[in-house]
């Protein structure tokens, strides 16, 4: 990162799927304090102690970008910065967004309350219009995030050190903080969905308060305007503009054509608020074990990405890097991938959108169940399918993975109620896309059947996936079978959604972490190549699946089973790669 991106990291609009032209980015340098006693409240931090540290926001202090680097646990942090309101930005409403912050979240301006959030993935919104003042304003930010596994968190250790498949913890702002004005009555969420069946558009809209005018969406495919629509939303919070699309270029990886979208608010003859969005017209849908683009068979070449990136943990250093590492993987001849244990930022996946790169969206699962994980988690992962439903690469949710969080989901009454739970939950937020209740095994509901299996050689591989098609009961590790027993898979899609993970321990390069493994390690480049061929050809083998899954993109900390180093730097020439999975 050079100096000037230091100073202003990660420039770039942080809303892609729903942009206004005025806003002010607040990343940069912000002044910091690790508060392990937990006394910061108590002595009124929030309006006005100076604090002693410095940070360089969106990096969180564990990472190398943020200037701090500290990978030892900080249960509480503050943040604190001046803020200078531009003047046409006052006299109207004014919204404060942090993209995410990790994890329960209290935010103050000039020593007054703003907002609440609780969630280290979904994003934070408040009004600030009542707290600002012209001149120099202070914004003040206290975050709390406790090790403890009844809190949603993925794959983030509650330790003292990475071991097996958890990593460093992530903790406090890992995205974009910023400020943008927006009149009385302003569009708070917005998103389409397409049927193929006569090449329908809907776009709905969300208001902030009740609104009588109407709401208008203008399409236009580069430059050319081609349909538009308006709907009155009658003193509601929500309208549904219906469009038909002539001869609509559908969006595909072969051809990712996206839509613009202008919505409008229209009070009289007044437009009261616009802004600019977009739409991929596609169709995600099944039929029999057929997962279908579009009308047509698709097969999900995906790979498993972790989401950390170099220096940044969390945080990808640029954009551009974001961009990258989709690049990457499509060199490697993957149509998409399983975004693992995070919801990524929204940049990530406005480019996926933009190259035509399939994505299955997961939330960072706890591994506790309780009363707190059922209410945290529920709440977050509705906000993340209101936040991301617009993405024309999301082809499936995953709200739960491995059972993680419901490990007695076999005889637990409760827990399996509430896979149950968040899979209806999901149809009714998106009833476009096909929802994997609980990917891996035990299966119970859902409208994919998703498995994982680390044998490490492709004709036992083989074996074994004949072995779970002819009896969905059998066990894929120890205690756990494919699907629980009463349940019907025999219907729907099944992809092996995990495989591989195997090292390639390069003698030329030394391990670099103590610890390092693999689910099988090999240390010649060829049979590194070798058994990523077999063990791909022995899933493509059986007709009944629709998809893979490579586990990983890149090596990450102690887990060094990636396709690249950490570094992204390939382990086998990428068109060798490509030969392999394409």
Same mark, same amino acid.
């Given at each position: 990162?050079?100096?000037?991106?230091?100073?202003?990291?990660?420039?770039?609009?942080? %809303? $892609?799927?729903?942009?206004? *032209? /005025?806003?002010?980015?607040?990343? @940069?340098?912000?002044?910091?304090?690790? +508060?392990? #006693?937990?006394?910061?409240?108590?002595?009124?931090?929030?309006?006005?102690?100076?604090?002693?540290?410095?940070?360089?926001?969106?990096?969180?202090?564990?990472?190398?970008?943020?200037?701090?680097?500290?990978?030892?646990?900080?249960?509480?942090?503050?943040?604190?910065?001046?803020?200078?309101?531009?003047?046409?930005?006052?006299?109207?409403?004014?919204?404060?967004?942090?993209?995410?912050?990790?994890?329960?979240?209290?935010?103050?301006?000039?020593?007054?309350?703003?907002?609440?959030?609780?969630?280290?993935?979904?994003?934070?919104?408040?009004?600030?219009?009542?707290?600002?003042?012209?001149?120099?304003?202070?914004?003040?930010?206290?975050?709390?995030? %406790? $090790?403890?596994?009844?809190? *949603? /968190?993925?794959?983030?250790?509650? @330790?003292?050190?990475?071991?097996?498949? +958890?990593? #460093?913890?992530?903790?406090?702002?890992?995205?974009?903080?910023?400020?943008?004005?927006?009149?009385?009555?302003?569009?708070?969420?917005?998103?389409?969905?397409?049927?193929?069946?006569?090449?329908?558009?809907?776009?709905?809209?969300?208001?902030?308060?009740?609104?009588?005018?109407?709401?208008?969406?203008?399409?236009?495919?580069?430059?050319?305007?081609?349909?538009?629509?308006?709907?009155?939303?009658?003193?509601?919070?929500?309208?549904?503009?219906?469009?038909?699309?002539?001869?609509?270029?559908?969006?595909?990886?072969?051809?990712?054509?996206?839509?613009?979208?202008?919505?409008?608010?229209?009070?009289?003859?007044?437009?009261?608020?616009?802004?600019?969005?977009?739409?991929?017209?596609?169709?995600?849908?099944?039929?029999?074990?057929?997962?279908?683009?579009?009308?047509?068979?698709?097969?999900?070449?995906?790979?498993?990405?972790?989401?950390?990136?170099?220096?940044?943990?969390?945080?990808?250093?640029?954009?551009?890097?974001?961009?990258?590492?989709?690049?990457?993987?499509?060199?490697?001849?993957?149509?998409?991938?399983?975004?693992?244990?995070?919801?990524?930022?929204?940049?990530?996946?406005?480019?996926?959108?933009?190259?035509?790169?399939?994505?299955?969206?997961?939330?960072?699962?706890?591994?506790?169940?309780?009363?707190?994980?059922?209410?945290?988690?529920?709440?977050?992962?509705?906000?993340?399918?209101?936040?991301?439903?617009?993405?024309?690469?999301?082809?499936?949710?995953?709200?739960?993975?491995?059972?993680?969080?419901?490990?007695?989901?076999?005889?637990?009454?409760?827990?399996?109620?509430?896979?149950?739970?968040?899979?209806?939950?999901?149809?009714?937020?998106?009833?476009?896309?096909?929802?994997?209740?609980?990917?891996?095994?035990?299966?119970?509901?859902?409208?994919?059947?998703?498995?994982?299996?680390?044998?490490?050689?492709?004709?036992?591989?083989?074996?074994?996936?004949?072995?779970?098609?002819?009896?969905?009961?059998?066990?894929?590790?120890?205690?756990?079978?494919?699907?629980?027993?009463?349940?019907?898979?025999?219907?729907?899609?099944?992809?092996?959604?995990?495989?591989?993970?195997?090292?390639?321990?390069?003698?030329?390069?030394?391990?670099?972490?103590?610890?390092?493994?693999?689910?099988?390690?090999?240390?010649?480049?060829?049979?590194?190549?070798?058994?990523?061929?077999?063990?791909?050809?022995?899933?493509?083998?059986?007709?009944?699946?629709?998809?893979?899954?490579?586990?990983?993109?890149?090596?990450?900390?102690?887990?060094?089973?990636?396709?690249?180093?950490?570094?992204?730097?390939?382990?086998?020439?990428?068109?060798?790669?490509?030969?392999?999975?394409?």
């Amino acid at each position: 990162m050079t100096a000037s991106a230091s100073l202003h990291p990660r420039p770039e609009y942080p %809303r $892609p799927h729903r942009v206004r *032209p /005025r806003w002010q980015n607040l990343n @940069g340098v912000w002044e910091f304090a690790f +508060d392990d #006693d937990d006394r910061g409240l108590a002595q009124g931090w929030e309006t006005g102690q100076t604090l002693s540290r410095r940070i360089t926001v969106p990096f969180t202090f564990e990472a190398p970008l943020s200037g701090i680097g500290e990978p030892t646990a900080h249960p509480v942090v503050w943040y604190r910065r001046r803020l200078e309101v531009p003047p046409e930005f006052l006299g109207q409403r004014l919204l404060l967004h942090i993209g995410a912050c990790d994890y329960s979240t209290r935010i103050w301006v000039n020593g007054r309350a703003a907002g609440t959030h609780c969630g280290g993935y979904s994003p934070i919104s408040c009004e600030v219009q009542e707290l600002v003042r012209p001149g120099s304003n202070e914004l003040v930010v206290r975050v709390e995030d %406790r $090790p403890v596994w009844s809190q *949603p /968190r993925g794959k983030q250790i509650v @330790g003292d050190a990475p071991v097996f498949i +958890d990593y #460093d913890r992530v903790t406090g702002i890992w995205q974009t903080v910023w400020i943008e004005p927006v009149p009385d009555v302003y569009i708070e969420d917005c998103w389409s969905r397409f049927s193929l069946a006569g090449s329908r558009l809907v776009v709905q809209v969300y208001t902030n308060r009740e609104f009588a005018g109407e709401a208008e969406a203008v399409v236009s495919f580069a430059g050319t305007e081609m349909a538009s629509g308006r709907a009155y939303l009658q003193e509601r919070r929500e309208g549904a503009i219906e469009l038909t699309i002539a001869n609509p270029r559908l969006w595909s990886p072969a051809d990712p054509a996206l839509y613009d979208i202008k919505i409008s608010l229209h009070d009289g003859g007044a437009v009261v608020d616009a802004v600019q969005t977009y739409a991929g017209l596609r169709e995600f849908s099944s039929q029999g074990r057929t997962v279908l683009l579009n009308g047509e068979p698709f097969y999900f070449r995906g790979v498993l990405d972790q989401g950390y990136f170099p220096g940044g943990w969390y945080t990808a250093a640029s954009d551009g890097d974001l961009k990258r590492d989709i690049e990457l993987m499509q060199a490697m001849g993957f149509n998409g991938a399983r975004k693992h244990q995070k919801a990524e930022d929204p940049r990530w996946l406005y480019w996926a959108d933009r190259l035509g790169f399939v994505v299955w969206a997961e939330i960072g699962n706890g591994r506790d169940f309780c009363s707190q994980h059922v209410q945290d988690l529920t709440r977050e992962w509705t906000e993340l399918v209101r936040r991301d439903r617009l993405h024309p690469a999301i082809m499936a949710w995953v709200p739960l993975n491995e059972s993680w969080g419901v490990d007695a989901v076999d005889r637990n009454p409760a827990q399996q109620h509430w896979v149950r739970t968040l899979y209806h939950l999901t149809k009714s937020l998106d009833p476009t896309r096909l929802v994997v209740a609980n990917d891996g095994w035990q299966f119970l509901t859902g409208d994919l059947w998703g498995l994982h299996s680390y044998v490490s050689d492709g004709p036992a591989l083989a074996r074994h996936l004949r072995a779970v098609l002819a009896n969905p009961t059998t066990e894929l590790i120890p205690g756990r079978q494919a699907a629980l027993p009463g349940t019907l898979v025999s219907d729907i899609p099944v992809m092996l959604t995990e495989l591989g993970g195997v090292t390639f321990r390069d003698p030329a390069r030394p391990v670099q972490i103590a610890g390092a493994w693999g689910y099988d390690v090999v240390t010649d480049a060829a049979e590194f190549a070798g058994r990523l061929r077999a063990l791909v050809e022995a899933v493509r083998a059986q007709p009944e699946f629709s998809g893979l899954v490579w586990t990983q993109l890149t090596d990450v900390q102690q887990e060094a089973n990636g396709l690249l180093y950490f570094d992204r730097t390939p382990k086998l020439p990428l068109a060798m790669l490509r030969e392999i999975f394409e």
